[in-house]
């Protein structure tokens, strides 16, 4: 917290002091979401290309300084971000383009990037001696939410619809969350948990209503930055789902620039997908957002409500970037690329990322000799049912080499 | 391959130059296999704690010097290793003992400890200029080495099983393996990949016929030691399958030993399931080693016919360590634990390592004084439905507050 100046409403922008501890803006109640703002002259004192160099610490408190925790101490918390960013020789060849990188988020402590949020919401909640967290989620926010807390000794309360499939409620039960199933859907389970949370004063890890989160998930911006020297790319590309996520991405940029560590923001192409696209139709047709149905199987990002819409717009307009819209099918031909050319399994929900750069690029939004790097945002160990379903039967085999020979020079596979 | 100076068959002892390229021992056959002996005296000029100090790679790679491989440039590999080393103090207080640590090898790219072994074998195969490996597996060894490979442009061939699960196949099928399936049981695949990779000259990635493997498996041990400073634990429990992993455990605290860098080799309590313990019984007993049946949830561990077992209970022995066999049902509370109290999702065959330490601390083989290290094998991800069956119904709720306040006084939940 040293160098946060206060906070900002993102709609009415009443300022908030720094020791303010409400979630959102007074006048605006849930759309007034808070930006923190910080004192960037004072940052730069300490935070300067020879802070990072010198900087030992493996996982996203290597950028404490820079964000809104007040305690120092992160000796407890799971191992969250520091996520290896790899160089793509073969997929940047094949989709012709010159530089290509991928931000293997998946590899965080619950298998995604909401881990970076979730961490940063238990030492919120341990700051203000709140040892209950709760949210509405099937996903990602909710395991990694639970798996985070469990950590460090903190109780949650996790509020899921109806139709929550049993292997996500495997791993909450794993991790020992208090889990309330509601009999209704989605909007039913967030209303249920904004009463109790409020009812009970625990703290709120609902995407976006805790500004907090997005500062947690900036710091995947500031390891692609830091990661390529603090000469980041020309497009960041991640796929949209309340708008959390991207809306992070740029202010990790955001804050480079003020420190005077890198010379411009990347585009941000945003991707949702067709089954479920209100930011992108809201961000296309520049006209207010209206709710849509999920019917994707890209699930982490199916919100047909998203809460952090204008945040997200915000951002993809600010960086002169792009939004697209892709179907399932591009999806899953996105995440057997991935899988197949560059070793990284992922979720539905990421992959989009891919399906959404192989679109700009036909439509020569983004460009070859342009620099890109694709953030996947969830491991595909989360969802393996999604390529089961895709698979080619594979026939039974006798133990037998002459067999064995015959079928691969049926397939013509050349081995 | 610097400081390699010979093979040595674990058998008969008979010795092959550096140059040899064959897995096994002429003489002994599959039984025979090959130990890597370097040359301690050569590699302790290089080899220093000044040398660690200095190393920036954050991944298996920062021990190549101490490894059987020849190229130098691996950049282009996935991030395997450097896997967190977590202080437990939760769950260390509720198993009354002081000082207790956790090495998560689950957060490794495909999910588990195997990637340590699949990306030496897949540098190997670059080496001898073989453009496929192939082995016979149905778990974490196959797609490992599938997501390996493909990220280096390999191909693989994955013999398996009739009754492999179809959620396995997924992960094989998004990185593009190929995927042979035999109208037979493990020993048939086994036995068809066996003579195919004999036929078509691929490099073999059958657990302990490589010799490399263990190389590769060994840097877990290296990297618990460097991230205890030097300073490693009195005991280090992993689960044990067909022997592989505690054979390479051993082996790095013996290469360290060896380079003057540690004081003694911690003791090694090797764990299995009661539904498949053939390597347990060989130990308990002093007998020679009986083929099991594979009856337990822990299916990672589930080897009835253990490649590897004169390794693992030379392993053990020499550290003075203990076996433990533990029931399904106490691996699957262990992995509740570890999840709810350390926030580490483990599959069963993980968990199993917890069972067995508290088996071993039970019986007094492990005291409460003395430090103790479990090895995370694999990420809870890759078997959400051995989770599933245990979890207790939770009851469809009313969107309503009062209905809710009533539930939680109901179940007495203290929250």
Redesign the interface.
């Known amino acids: 917290m040293k160098y946060v100046s206060h906070y900002e409403c993102v709609l009415c922008e009443t300022r908030y002091p720094k020791t303010y501890t409400g979630n959102t803006c007074e006048q605006c109640s849930d759309q007034g979401i808070l930006d923190v703002i910080y004192d960037y002259e004072a940052m730069k004192e300490t935070v300067t290309l020879q802070y990072f160099k010198n900087n030992p610490k493996?996982s996203l408190w290597r950028y404490a300084p820079l964000m809104s925790v007040e305690l120092n101490d992160f000796?407890?918390t799971?191992?969250v971000g520091w996520t290896?960013l790899?160089?793509s020789?073969?997929l940047a060849k094949s989709l012709n383009i010159n530089t290509l990188y991928i931000k293997?988020d998946g590899?965080n402590?619950?298998?995604s990037l909401k881990d970076r949020a979730s961490v940063v919401a238990c030492m919120k909640a341990i700051e203000q001696n709140n040892r209950?967290i709760a949210c509405a989620s099937t996903g990602n926010a909710a395991s990694s939410l639970a798996?985070?807390?469990?950590?460090?000794?903190l109780?949650t309360?996790i509020f899921v619809p109806?139709r929550v499939p049993?292997?996500k409620?495997?791993?909450l039960?794993?991790?020992?969350a208090?889990?309330?199933?509601?009999?209704?859907d989605y909007r039913?389970?967030y209303?249920?948990s904004k009463?109790?949370i409020n009812?009970?004063g625990?703290m709120n890890r609902n995407a976006a209503i805790n500004p907090h989160l997005v500062e947690g998930k900036k710091t995947v911006a500031l390891e692609i930055a830091e990661q390529l020297d603090f000469n980041p790319p020309d497009w960041v590309v991640c796929s949209v789902g309340d708008g959390c996520t991207i809306a992070g991405v740029y202010k990790g940029f955001y804050d480079l620039i003020q420190l005077g560590l890198i010379e411009k923001i990347p585009r941000l192409l945003g991707v949702q997908s067709e089954g479920c696209n209100p930011i992108y139709k809201a961000f296309k047709y520049a006209r207010p957002l209206e709710l849509a149905l999920e019917n994707t199987i890209a699930d982490s990002i199916a919100v047909g409500i998203p809460r952090n819409p204008l945040k997200a717009l915000k951002a993809i307009e600010a960086s002169g970037g792009a939004m697209m819209s892709v179907s399932d099918n591009a999806i899953l031909k996105a995440?057997?690329i991935l899988?197949?050319?560059?070793?990284?399994?992922s979720e539905p929900a990421s992959a989009a990322a891919l399906a959404g750069l192989i679109k700009a690029l036909e439509q020569n939004i983004i460009t070859s000799d342009e620099r890109v790097t694709i953030i996947n945002t969830g491991?595909?160990?989360?969802d393996?049912?999604a390529?089961?379903a895709?698979?080619e039967e594979?026939?039974?085999?006798?133990?037998?080499?002459e067999t064995?020979?015959e079928?691969l020079q049926r397939k013509g596979?050349k081995?």
């Not at 899988?339 to 399994?345: L, M, N, R, V």
């Open positions: 493996r000796s407890q799971l191992m290896p790899y160089r020789y073969k293997d590899l402590p619950t298998g209950i798996g985070n807390a469990a950590r460090l000794g109780k309360v109806k049993k292997g409620l495997a791993q039960y794993s991790y020992g208090e889990v309330i199933k509601i009999d209704g039913e389970a209303a249920l009463s109790a009812t009970f625990w995440g057997k899988s197949s050319q560059e070793g990284i399994f491991n595909g160990l989360k393996t049912d390529y089961t895709q698979m594979i026939p039974l085999m006798k133990n037998d080499l064995f020979k079928y596979r081995l």
